[in-house]
């Protein structure tokens, strides 16, 4: 059976298509982190302006300044260190951006012309204990990931596509006369799919992890989301978490996207006698849900946010509830992928194994 799964497996990978696909996605990574980190921009009235490593160098000096935990007196001083300096024209303070602290401390802390808007800490948040840091790095590698972890997922699909389509173009009337083509050789293409599609989302995942600490190093992993600078959408997750528990939910995501696409594509390679009509049917099937009119706080969103593309699309599924445990409701994308997974891999099976042949 071992040799069997190896040989699927390298039949998967071996496809120039496959080949094309995984390099494509690892050169995505690289090229959209590598232009992340050389786009940004910091400024400060003491420690000059600077983009790409200058930029990251500036925020992570400034805010080490205020690193811990944020409180009104911490406000206070940011409000009063960033005050602008010029007029501004009548454009709104809270969009203006200086470097990263700045952005953060206005967008929650400013009225339009800068000053302080009278609100508290606890006004903002609450109870929450926010601790604040160097954050923009690693938002900006979670923002990142959504957009590869998307391409992964359609990598996945056009990887696993011809697992049984293939196959029947002529090779299923030697497989399905063979002594295992039935049972250990349907069975093996499944395992195969499957460890395909781990194998890559954990290379993928790796790589933005790496390239990640190369650039930004490991400050702020700590910090909360909740304080981030305006631009970012992550900090619409209403839970204070930290960067590094969001990250961790985001590839934990990612599996399970990657696991229900495989087993969805496994199902429709099996039924479709052509690969091209498996690829397209899997793909539509993953991306459609982002077209139905159904906002992350109507009801139905818990079981529509569960279907795989909402997995990469974190910030929707992870916005939707914190439950008593203190885990985030997106935890139960995991047994959604299994049920994605066990019906796909189970009845593609089947369906091979029942094949008329000719």
Not at 268 to 287: E, W
Request: charged share 15%.
């Amino acid at each position: 059976m071992k040799k069997l799964i190896l040989f699927e497996l390298r039949k998967i990978v071996s496809k120039r298509l496959a080949l094309i696909c995984l390099i494509g996605i690892l050169l995505f990574s690289a090229l959209l982190s590598f232009s992340t980190y050389q786009n940004k921009y910091a400024f400060d009235q003491n420690l000059g302006e600077g983009s790409g490593k200058t930029a990251v160098e500036i925020d992570k000096e400034i805010a080490a300044r205020y690193e811990g935990i944020l409180t009104d007196e911490k406000v206070q001083q940011m409000m009063s260190d960033f005050a602008p300096t010029s007029d501004l024209h009548g454009l709104n303070a809270a969009y203006v951006y200086q470097n990263a602290m700045q952005s953060a401390a206005f967008s929650r802390f400013s009225d339009q012309d800068g000053n302080w808007n009278g609100l508290s800490v606890s006004d903002v948040f609450g109870d929450e204990e926010i601790k604040i840091g160097y954050v923009d790095g690693w938002l900006s590698t979670s923002r990142n990931m959504v957009r590869t972890f998307i391409a992964l997922a359609l990598a996945v699909i056009i990887m696993i596509a011809p697992v049984f389509s293939g196959e029947y173009e002529g090779v299923d009337n030697i497989i399905l006369t063979s002594k295992y083509g039935k049972t250990k050789c349907a069975a093996a293409k499944v395992v195969a799919a499957i460890l395909t599609a781990i194998l890559t989302t954990a290379l993928v995942a790796a790589v933005n992890l790496l390239l990640a600490l190369a650039f930004y190093g490991t400050d702020g992993l700590d910090c909360s989301i909740l304080f981030a600078p305006s631009d970012y959408v992550e900090a619409f997750i209403p839970f204070n978490i930290t960067c590094g528990t969001l990250l961790k939910y985001q590839i934990l995501l990612a599996f399970t996207c990657t696991l229900s696409v495989t087993g969805i594509t496994l199902l429709l390679s099996a039924i479709s006698k052509n690969q091209i009509v498996a690829l397209v049917a899997a793909m539509a099937i993953f991306l459609f849900p982002v077209l139905l009119p159904i906002t992350e706080v109507n009801p139905l969103f818990r079981l529509v946010g569960l279907l795989p593309v909402y997995h990469v699309l974190a910030v929707a599924l992870l916005s939707v509830e914190q439950m008593r445990n203190g885990m985030l409701y997106a935890i139960w994308a995991i047994p959604a992928a299994l049920l994605f997974l066990g019906i796909g891999a189970g009845t593609s099976c089947r369906i091979f194994a029942k094949h008329q042949v000719s």
